[in-house]
């Protein structure tokens, strides 16, 4: 999938070296995720290896988040969820260095993702979903035009052995032209 300034390829081993050199150990990057901050390379690779393996068992899709000016992977985002029986998917496990955060990145990317899921996926339902203290994100999905549905309580266990409730927020086929439209219209504005 390629955009103005991005694409998005497989995520592949040969990546996780420049991954690393731009997200590094920052904890700020790591707090709402679902594993502990890595605290070296060697920590980093074994959890982007364990998406790369969850790839390839097609559990999920995990892409590396490529600068087309530089060539050089920011961040990483995936399919996962994979529910063909109801014809949906989750789009997650998204994160960025901090250098791109409230830029044209993550719009950039979720109009990819989107258009993938619904007009070659054909996909009924898109869910994104994150840690419902985190609103950088919560106002980040909300701002691609997901509708909130409510938060999941006690859906999964931090790193730190407390719970997190989730926020659920999804974007329905019927909703997507109209979600597109303000996608493409937040990216022309930015231009």
């Known amino acids: 999938m390629e955009s103005a300034h991005l694409k998005l390829e497989l995520l592949t081993r040969d990546r996780i070296p420049e991954l690393f050199a731009e997200v590094g150990t920052d904890p700020e990057i790591y707090q709402w995720l679902p594993f502990a901050a890595p605290q070296n390379f060697d920590e980093f690779a074994t959890v982007i290896e364990g998406y790369i393996r969850d790839s390839e068992k097609g559990i999920r899709i995990m892409y ?28 997650g496990s998204t994160f960025y260095s901090k250098d791109y955060w409230r830029s044209f990145v993550n719009t950039e990317c979720k109009l990819m993702m ?23 994100s919560r106002d980040a999905i909300t701002r ?31 909703e997507w032209p109209n979600v597109k439209l303000g996608l493409i219209n937040k990216l022309n504005s930015r231009a």
């Open 64 to 91: 590396a988040v490529i600068l087309k000016s530089t060539n050089s992977a920011i961040g990483t985002t995936s399919f996962l969820d994979l529910n063909l029986v109801h014809n949906s998917l989750e789009i």
């Open 114 to 136: 989107l258009t993938e899921a619904f007009e070659n996926r054909n996909v009924e339902r898109v869910t994104l979903k994150t840690d419902s203290m985190n609103n950088r």
């Open 144 to 174: 691609l035009g997901a509708t909130f549905e409510g938060i999941l309580r006690h859906h999964m266990q931090r790193p730190d052995g407390s719970w997190r409730d989730s926020a659920y927020h999804s974007i329905l086929r019927e």
